[in-house]
């Protein structure tokens, strides 16, 4: 069975801090990991990853995917109080269509 | 990447009764996907929408409880069927593009 562990459970950080969110996965037939946003109902997409070593950035977040030690880190640097919501990580194997998500991580900035 | 939007946004709902959510993708899809997100969880797959056939639902999940129709590649609803209070959790629809899938903003569903 596919898992997906993701750490810490919630954070609590001060307005311009840099944390790194983990993320863990096993799962057959790796495709993809993906991380989301969730602020209120839906899950905003984020990054796609599918190589090791290769960094996805976008603005003060990135991210970075470790396939042999089964592993991602989104980071987020110069924090702001918008920052403040549930991430989420997930991953994509080959052969179904089936996210399994992580728990995620509850990230609370404060001003 | 996709738009999708669903409705309604929100329902407050007696219980034993049943409502039926709407998903509308902007283009055309495969693979469609109804999630559930209970308070403080994180999201469980419900099932796969198939066109022109019926839809694959995940363990613990049964088709007379959540019947779901997908009459084109566009569209797809979700009843929820004869509803409890522990039927309360945001529905959210996904569709699968490339390596990815994206969401659609999600009902928020409350049974009382």
């Known amino acids: 069975e596919d898992k997906v562990v993701q750490s810490p459970l919630s954070l609590v950080v001060h307005e311009g801090d840099t944390v790194t969110l983990n993320c863990s996965y096993e799962?057959?037939?790796?495709?993809?990991l993906l991380w989301y946003k969730q602020e209120k109902k839906a899950p905003t997409f984020l990054f796609m990853l599918?190589?090791?070593?290769i960094e996805k950035k976008s603005g003060r977040l990135s991210s970075i995917l470790d396939k042999k030690e089964l592993f991602s880190i989104l980071n987020i640097t110069a924090t702001q109080t918008g920052d403040s919501a549930v991430y989420l990580c997930?991953?994509?194997?080959?052969?179904?269509?089936?996210?399994?998500f992580g728990t995620g991580t509850r990230l609370t900035i404060i001003p | 990447s996709a738009v999708i939007s669903q409705k309604p946004s929100r329902d407050i709902c007696q219980r034993g009764t049943s409502l039926t959510i709407q998903c509308q993708v902007d283009?055309?899809?495969?693979?469609m996907f109804w999630y559930r997100q209970q308070p403080g969880q994180s999201l469980t797959l419900i099932a796969t929408a198939n066109q022109g056939s019926e839809a694959t639902y995940e363990s613990g999940f049964v088709i007379d409880k959540f019947p779901i129709s997908r009459p084109n590649l566009t569209f797809s609803t979700l009843t929820v069927s004869n509803m409890s209070p522990e039927d309360s959790s945001i529905y959210l629809c996904?569709?699968?593009?490339?390596?990815?899938?994206?969401f659609g903003p999600g009902t928020r569903l409350t049974v009382l």
């Open positions: 799962v057959t037939n790796f495709r993809s």
């Open positions: 599918t190589s090791s070593g």
């Open positions: 997930a991953v994509l194997p080959f052969g179904n269509e089936k996210l399994t």
């Open positions: 996904s569709v699968g593009v490339a390596d990815t899938q994206y």
């Open positions: 283009s055309q899809v495969t693979m």
